[in-house]
């Protein structure tokens, strides 16, 4: 069987102007290392390396 394709309701040019930012976080508590993902709009790629947390 063939697989159908789903539209999605997302604004194409929304998904064109962002990037997938991965920064390691350090854990204070047990002192091992975590990343933390987030989609980011590509002005505010800088700040996202910037802040500390």
């Known amino acids: ?12 040019t929304a ?11 350090k854990s204070e508590q047990s002192g091992a290392y975590s990343f933390k993902e987030e989609m980011v709009p ?3 790629v800088k700040e996202f ?3 500390k947390k």
């Open 49 to 51: 390396f910037a802040a």
């Open 42 to 44: 590509t002005e505010e």
């Open 15 to 25: 998904v064109k102007n962002t990037v997938k930012c991965i920064r390691m976080v």
């Open 1 to 12: 069987m063939a697989k159908k394709v789903v539209a999605t309701l997302r604004d194409k």
